[in-house]
């Protein structure tokens, strides 16, 4: 990935390199990994003596993933082949896939317990209150409202066709979960992980964003701004966990707005 973009995918990438070069796993999954294009086959190529295992649960992500040029060391499956093999794992990914489980503490717990010992978590989230998650929720209310078509169209017809970018997905996936910095590094606790290395990712991105970012040509400030504000200004956040006894603490719970948001999120994005 030669160029920064408003989600930061190539500080992500940064990241997710940094972490495997200090802990020299044999065998990286990742949970989650999409259509693989953003981070998984990049990884791979990268690291050619390591083993990479992409699961997702979407099958349309997964053939298109398939149908790219095959390596070595790079394989996909469902991710209920994960659970069907008792094998500890050197390294796992999940990137973005947190906020859109059901049950985040079972799945950091399950996580946990197919991780080695010595193993590593590479954890990546939105802020469930930051400006990406506020720009998903005004595009829901629109979308809601109908205005959305109405501007897609407007935008259609004034601007030229855009060349196709990569996608993370091609599932519908809508949020279901919005953390706060606080409720996050105590999930973190709960499940029985300790963090070694945080960084925030940008600062703004998301509906309407995206194009003011870009128009700016800010994507790379927009990055290295994020490093010097308060976690609470970002609009993602980057984890590296390892193991630990598992703390105590309150257990995360979805509040009335939280509700509210997935609600709007489901209704404007389709079910998870």
Known sequence: MDTEDPYGNKKRLAFCIEAIEQSSPR??????????????????????AVRFFGLDSDEASLQYARSRPSLSNLSFANARQMTSDSALIDMIIAS?????????????????????????????LPNGYGPFEFATLFEAMLRASGLFRILRAFK???????????????????HVNFFSFSSIRALIARSGFRILTYRPRTVLCGFGFDQIVTWLRFNQCNARIADKLPAQFSSDWMFVLAPDAKGAGRAFTRGGVSRLRRLLNERAFGPG
């Open 27 to 48: 065998t990286v999954i990742d949970v989650g990994c999409g259509t693989g294009d953003l981070l998984t086959r990049p990884l791979a190529e990268r690291f050619p």
């Open 96 to 124: 973005e896939v947190i906020e859109h489980v059901e049950l985040p503490e079972e799945f950091l717990s399950a996580l946990r317990a197919r991780l080695d010992p010595s193993g590593r978590l590479i954890l990546t």
């Open 156 to 174: 259609r017809a004034v601007s030229p066709p855009t060349t196709p970018q990569k996608q993370m997905t091609l599932a519908a996936s809508p």
